[in-house]
C-alpha cells in the first residue's frame, strides 16, 4: 500500500476506492446520500460492524484499554486490515494519523478511518479551562477559542473532538464541572452553540475544523452526591428545563455527533436508554448524526445490573441508538451474533453504519483520505503566533475578581519589593488543568510562562521580586513556612498563589471537602498576620470553599486554571494592564453543608424573609441561606450605574416582545466592561418558577464617565417553559424583570403582564 503515502493523484485514488466513490456520470456526481446506500449495499455484517468500531491508538489514554493500542500490535493490526475497526482515538501528528490510515486503507473496501480526540480546551496552545472560558461570558472569544483549536487539531490529522461538555452542574462536588459552563441553561445553551460552532467552522470538509461532540447526553452533571459515574434521580420536566436545554442548541447549532453518558437515569443507564437517544435525540429533535459511547460505558451496563453480559449490554445499546462502541468490545465481539439470530434488527446496524459513512464522506476522506494529513501546514498552524494572542486575551476574561477592600489591586509596585510565595507561583503546565492535550513533541515547561516569571519580566526597574514556595498543594508539611514568612517580611506586598493540583479536577476527581488541600489556608493565615498588603490568587477547576480567606484577605482573584498563557494574563490583572471583568458562571457556597446550591431555585411555601431563616421558615440554623458568591459575581478596577429602566410596553401579546433598556454609566476612574444580567421572574403560574432565570446578558466597554443606553428584547420565548406533560409552554400572568451586575446584586425592577 505504499503507493497511497503521498497520495495526490484522483485517477490513483479511484482505482484504489470502492466504485461507490466515483459513481455516476460526470454531469451528475452522486449525492452523499446515494454513495453511503452503494458503499453499504457492498459490506459485510462484519465489515459493517468494523464502522461501528472506536479503539485508542498509542496515544496518551483515557480510560481502561481493551487490548494494547499501538498499530504494530498484530492483533490490531489484523482488525485494521481487515476493516473491522472504523474509528481511532488518541492518535494525534500526521506521522502517527498517516501511519494508521494506511494500514485501514489495506481493508478490501478500503474504508478511511475517522480519528478523535479529547480535544476540551485547546490542543497545542491551552484555553483556560470550560468552566473558566464560561466565567468571561463572552460568547464570541469562546467560539474563536473553539475555532483555533479545531484549527490546530485539524492540522494534525484530527477529524473529530469529544467536545464540548455541555452537562448541567448544580453541585462542585463533581470533579468535571471544570468541562462544562456551568449551573445556569440558559448560558449554558449559548456557550454550547458557541463552542459547536467554533469547532465544526465552515462544515464537514472544512479542513480547519473537526466534529463536535455534544456530551454526556444526559444529566450527567446531576450525579448524586457529585460522585462521578454515580445515579441520577429526577423528574422528567427538571430533565427537560434544566439538563436537556444545552444539549438541544448544540443539536441545533448542527452538531456533528453526541455522545452517551456514564450514569442511569431514574433507573436506565444512558448508553442503552432509547427514551434518551430513540426518542428525544433521534425522533423529536431529528438527529441526524453519530451517537458514541462513551469509554467502555456500553460494557458497563454489565455492573449496573441492566444487562446479563456483555452480548445483552451490545443489544440494548444498539436498539437503544447508541451508533459507536468506544472500547468496549462489545459490537466487535456480538452484534454480527446478536444480528443472525434476529435479536437485533439489520436495519438498526444499517442506520447506524450509514451515519458513520455520511460523516466519512461528507468530510472528504473518500476522495483523499489524506487531505487533513499535511506536514507542512501542521506545522505552520501548529506554530501561529495569533493563537496565543488569542488564548492570552481569554485568559485575561477569565479571570475573576471576588475581593478588594480596602483596594490593593492593581498593584503599585514601583521601587518597592513584592513577595510572590505559593505552591502555584511557579506553576508551569500545571496551569494547563485537566483535559488538556499533551503533545509528545512540545516541551510544556518552556512552552508556559508561570505567573512568577510572567510577572517578574514586566516589573520595573527598581521593584524586587521575591519568591518562597512555602507548601505543597497538598500534605501536612509546613517546613516551607519559615522561608515564607522570612520572604514575606522583607515586602511591601505579598501575593499568594494557592489552590488545587491539576489532577484535583477532571474525571474521576469528586471531592467531598472543598476546602483549600494541605496547608495552603494555614499559610495564608501565618501571612497574612505580619499585616502587609495581601492578595490570593486561587487556581482550581471548580468553586473552593475558604471561608476565612474570603473574610479576612483584601484582595482575592480566582484564576481558575487558564491554559499557556496563564501567568502573562494573570499579570496583565495585577499591575492593571487588564481590569478583570470575569463573571461567576456557578454559584460559590459558603459551606459544604449548603450544596447543593444554585441561583434559580424555586421559592417554597416558608421562604425565608433574609439571608438567614427565622423560625418556621426554609433555612439552616447554623448557616446563611445566601452564597459566597453569587452566580453572575465579579468585581472590576472602576464601578457601574444602572438607572432608567424603561419596557416600551406593559402588556405582551402574540409574537411581540417586551423592549427593556436602561442606562449604564462607567463611574469610576478607569475603563472597564459591565456584564449586564437580564433575569425574569414569573410570579404565577401552573408549575412555580424559579425565583429568577437568566435570559440575555450585555458586555458594554465604558470609558470613565461614559454612559450608555443596553436594550434586551423579551419574547415567548424567553417566557416559556416546561408544563406538567413535558410541553414548552407560555401562560398569561405578570413578569417580573430584574437587570443587575448578578443574580444577587439586582440595580433596575419593572414588571408587565403576558396576555394570552
Not at 479511484?14 to 458503499?39: I, N, Q
Not at 438541544?248 to 431514574?266: H, K, P, V, W, Y
Not at 447506524?352 to 473518500?366: M, T, Y
Not at 470613565?704 to 416546561?722: K, Q, W
Amino acid at each position: 500500500m505504499q503507493q497511497f503515502r503521498g497520495l495526490r493523484s484522483t485517477l490513483l485514488l479511484a482505482a484504489l476506492l470502492p466504485p461507490c466513490a466515483f459513481a455516476g456520470s460526470p454531469s451528475a456526481a452522486p449525492t452523499v446520500e446515494e454513495r453511503v446506500e452503494k458503499l453499504l449495499a457492498q459490506m459485510t455484517i462484519e465489515e459493517k460492524v468494523g464502522q461501528l468500531t472506536q479503539y485508542s491508538g498509542s496515544g496518551a489514554v483515557t480510560g481502561p484499554v481493551s487490548f494494547e493500542g499501538d498499530v504494530r500490535h498484530s492483533n490490531h493490526r489484523e482488525l485494521l486490515e481487515s476493516g473491522r475497526i472504523g474509528s481511532m482515538l488518541n492518535v494525534t501528528g500526521t506521522n502517527a494519523t498517516r501511519q494508521y490510515q494506511e494500514v485501514a486503507l489495506r481493508s478490501r473496501l478500503h474504508i478511511p478511518l475517522l480519528f478523535g480526540q479529547d480535544v476540551i480546551h485547546g490542543y497545542k496552545m491551552i484555553f483556560p479551562i470550560p468552566l473558566a472560558e464560561a466565567a468571561s461570558w463572552d460568547l464570541e472569544g469562546i467560539e474563536r477559542s473553539a475555532r483555533i483549536a479545531a484549527t490546530e487539531a485539524a492540522a494534525g490529522g484530527v477529524h473529530w473532538t469529544f467536545a464540548p461538555m455541555v452537562d448541567i452542574a448544580r453541585d462542585p462536588r463533581w470533579g468535571r464541572v471544570m468541562e462544562g459552563a456551568g449551573e445556569d441553561p440558559w448560558l449554558g445553551s449559548r456557550i454550547a452553540e458557541a463552542r459547536v460552532r467554533g469547532f465544526q467552522g465552515k462544515g464537514p470538509g472544512d479542513l480547519t475544523a473537526v466534529m463536535a461532540t455534544a456530551k454526556h447526553f444526559a444529566a450527567y452533571g446531576a450525579a448524586i452526591g457529585g460522585r462521578e459515574y454515580n445515579s441520577v434521580d429526577m423528574s422528567l420536566r427538571t430533565l427537560w428545563e434544566i439538563y436537556l436545554p444545552p444539549f438541544e442548541a448544540a443539536a441545533r447549532a448542527g452538531a456533528d455527533s453526541f455522545m452517551n453518558s456514564f450514569n442511569d437515569l431514574n433507573g436506565i443507564p444512558a448508553t442503552g436508554n432509547a427514551y434518551l437517544l430513540n426518542d428525544i435525540l433521534k425522533g423529536r429533535w431529528g438527529f441526524t448524526g453519530i451517537v458514541v459511547s462513551d469509554w467502555g460505558s456500553i460494557g458497563e451496563m454489565v455492573p449496573h445490573g441492566y444487562a446479563r453480559d456483555l452480548e445483552q449490554a451490545a443489544q440494548e445499546a444498539i436498539t437503544a441508538g447508541n451508533d459507536m462502541d468506544m472500547e468496549s468490545d462489545a459490537y466487535r465481539n456480538h452484534l454480527a451474533g446478536l444480528v443472525a439470530q434476529g435479536k437485533v434488527p439489520l436495519a438498526r446496524v444499517d442506520d447506524a453504519v450509514r451515519r458513520v459513512l455520511r460523516k466519512k464522506f461528507e468530510l472528504g476522506l473518500f476522495d483523499d483520505p489524506y487531505r487533513f494529513i499535511d506536514p507542512e501546514r501542521e506545522r505552520a498552524v501548529l506554530n501561529d503566533p495569533s493563537h496565543r494572542k488569542a488564548a492570552r486575551e481569554m485568559a485575561d476574561r477569565s479571570i475573576v475578581l471576588l475581593r478588594n477592600s480596602p483596594r490593593v489591586l492593581p498593584l503599585d509596585v514601583k521601587g518597592r519589593t513584592v513577595a510572590f510565595i505559593g505552591p502555584l507561583a511557579k506553576a508551569g503546565k500545571e496551569n494547563h488543568g485537566g483535559w488538556a492535550v499533551s503533545l509528545p513533541d512540545v516541551d510544556y515547561e518552556r512552552f508556559v510562562t508561570t505567573p512568577f516569571d510572567a510577572l517578574r519580566a514586566r516589573l520595573p526597574q527598581g521593584t524586587r521580586l521575591l519568591y518562597a514556595r512555602g507548601c505543597s498543594v497538598q500534605g501536612e508539611d509546613r517546613s516551607g513556612f519559615a522561608e515564607a514568612l522570612d520572604v514575606a517580611r522583607q515586602a511591601d506586598v505579598i501575593l499568594v498563589s494557592v489552590g488545587e493540583d491539576w489532577t484535583m479536577s477532571g474525571e474521576a476527581r469528586a471531592r467531598a471537602h472543598l476546602g483549600l488541600p494541605g496547608v495552603q489556608e494555614d499559610l495564608v493565615k501565618e501571612l497574612h498576620a505580619l499585616g502587609k498588603p495581601m492578595v490570593v490568587l486561587i487556581g482550581a477547576g471548580r468553586p473552593l470553599i475558604f471561608p476565612w480567606i474570603s473574610e479576612n484577605v483584601p484582595a482575592i482573584l480566582y484564576t481558575w486554571w487558564l491554559g499557556t498563557e496563564a501567568g502573562d494574563a494573570i499579570t496583565d490583572v495585577l499591575l492593571g494592564d487588564v481590569n478583570p471583568s470575569g463573571r461567576l458562571p456557578i454559584t460559590f457556597p459558603r459551606s459544604m453543608g449548603q450544596i447543593p446550591l444554585y441561583y434559580n431555585h424555586l421559592n417554597t411555601g416558608r421562604p425565608a424573609p433574609g439571608d438567614a431563616a427565622k423560625e418556621y421558615t426554609t433555612g439552616y440554623i447554623d448557616e446563611k441561606n445566601v452564597p459566597r458568591y453569587a452566580f453572575g459575581f465579579g468585581l472590576g478596577y472602576t464601578t457601574f450605574e444602572y438607572s432608567g429602566l424603561r419596557l416600551d410596553r406593559k402588556e405582551l401579546r402574540g409574537d411581540g416582545k417586551v423592549r427593556a433598556s436602561l442606562e449604564v454609566a462607567n463611574t469610576g476612574g478607569v475603563a472597564g466592561d459591565e456584564v449586564v444580567q437580564l433575569y425574569l421572574h414569573q410570579k404565577v403560574a401552573s408549575v412555580v418558577r424559579p425565583v429568577k432565570e437568566l435570559k440575555g446578558f450585555r458586555r458594554v466597554h465604558l470609558a470613565p464617565g461614559e454612559r450608555r443606553r443596553v436594550e434586551f428584547e423579551i419574547g415567548r420565548e424567553e417566557l416559556s417553559f416546561i408544563d406538567m406533560a413535558l410541553h414548552r409552554v407560555t401562560e398569561p400572568g405578570d413578569i417580573e424583570v430584574l437587570i443587575g451586575a448578578s443574580s444577587e446584586d439586582i440595580r433596575q425592577r419593572a414588571e408587565f403582564s403576558l396576555l394570552d
